[in-house]
């Protein structure tokens, strides 16, 4: 099933036999604005949250906040989609994504795998630091026209996001109603 919102009206799309079914969804509406694109429209793919596994399932608040909540996005050009395709098929990150909310403070260890995170959500896995990430990047851009704002934060300015993005998980898991 697939939930398509259009100037704040859902519409349910069904696909059989190679038509698709439009109804609407009267009891759900967005409120939301999209401020910089003048697309007026959100698609929302939904599956079974089972087909993920608990595991994964447990990461999907942190995953949500890190990757900017209901903005665009937290890293400019690179979507909710591709990352979370990269957290599915990364176990080894489910641990820090489900643990932000867990204290008022972030682990170390926690900010250092979304550090790694970060780095491979920029195409470059093998890496750790989002500052060598950067350099890289900026290094390829040289000679074409630079948008700095396509870089992954250095991480002067991940670890306050982290911190920032670690209350509403805390105040979340603690106040959940």
């Avoid at 401020?35 to 949250?49: A, E, M, Q, R, V």
């Avoid at 950067?134 to 934060?153: C, E, F, H, T």
């Amino acid at each position: 099933m697939a939930v398509l919102i259009v100037e704040g009206r859902a519409h349910q799309l069904l696909s059989s036999n190679g038509k698709v079914e439009v109804h609407e969804l009267p009891t759900i509406y967005s409120n939301q604005e999209e401020t910089d694109t003048g697309w007026h429209s959100t698609f929302i793919l939904l599956l079974p949250l089972e087909s993920l596994g608990e595991d994964c399932c447990a990461t999907l608040l942190g995953f949500h906040v890190f990757s900017g909540e209901d903005c665009p996005s937290a890293f400019k050009g690179k979507g909710k989609v591709g990352p979370l395709k990269k957290l599915v098929k990364n176990p080894k990150f489910h641990r820090a994504f489900s643990q932000l909310g867990d204290n008022w403070n972030v682990k170390p260890e926690v900010l250092k795998q979304l550090e790694q995170f970060t780095c491979l959500i920029y195409g470059e896995s093998r890496e750790s630091s989002v500052d060598a990430v950067r350099a890289k990047l900026l290094r390829k851009m040289v000679g074409s026209k630079v948008d700095l704002a396509r870089l992954p934060p250095c991480y002067d300015a991940l670890k306050p996001h982290v911190q920032r993005l670690n209350h509403p998980c805390t105040s979340e898991l603690m106040n959940p109603f």
